[in-house]
Nanobody, 124 residues
Framework: QLQFVESGGGLVQPGGSLRLSCTAS????????IGWFRQAPGKEREGVSV????????NYVDSVKGRFTISRDNAKNTVYLQMNSLKPEDTAVYYC?????????????????WGQGTQVTVSS
């Protein structure tokens, strides 16, 4: 079963940028759609973005469209999330996982193989 390690989070001022990485072990990502999810304090985990197995299909939750960019490098078994123009409401722990079903990006379901996540804090 795939396991994920997320990295790249940190403290950034509003308007700043971060690049998150999601690296898999225990198998290859090639055949899987991978999603980024986030969980803010006191809120449920929500989907942020999803990329198909070969990167040909990408979707975002409305709140991050135009600011976040998802990409993947299957040779490195890694998926990225470039986050620009960050806002305080983006503050959350960010996770990645295999997407198992999707109706909307925000409500997409995953395999449940959660890693530790990476904390993103946007604050002045």
């Amino acid at each position: 079963q795939l396991q994920f390690v997320e990295s790249g989070g940190g403290l950034v001022q509003p308007g700043g940028s971060l690049r998150l990485s999601c690296t898999a072990s225990g198998g290859t990502l090639d055949n899987y759609a991978i999603g980024w999810f986030r969980q803010a304090p006191g809120k449920e985990r929500e989907g942020v973005s999803v990329i198909s197995s070969r990167g040909g299909s990408i979707n975002y939750v409305d709140s991050v469209k135009g600011r976040f960019t998802i990409s993947r490098d299957n040779a490195k078994n890694t998926v990225y999330l470039q986050m620009n123009s960050l806002k305080p409401e983006d503050t959350a722990v960010y996770y990645c996982d295999v997407v198992t079903s999707i109706t909307t990006v925000q409500a997409m379901r995953s395999s449940g193989s959660w890693g530790q996540g990476t904390q993103v804090t946007v604050s002045s």
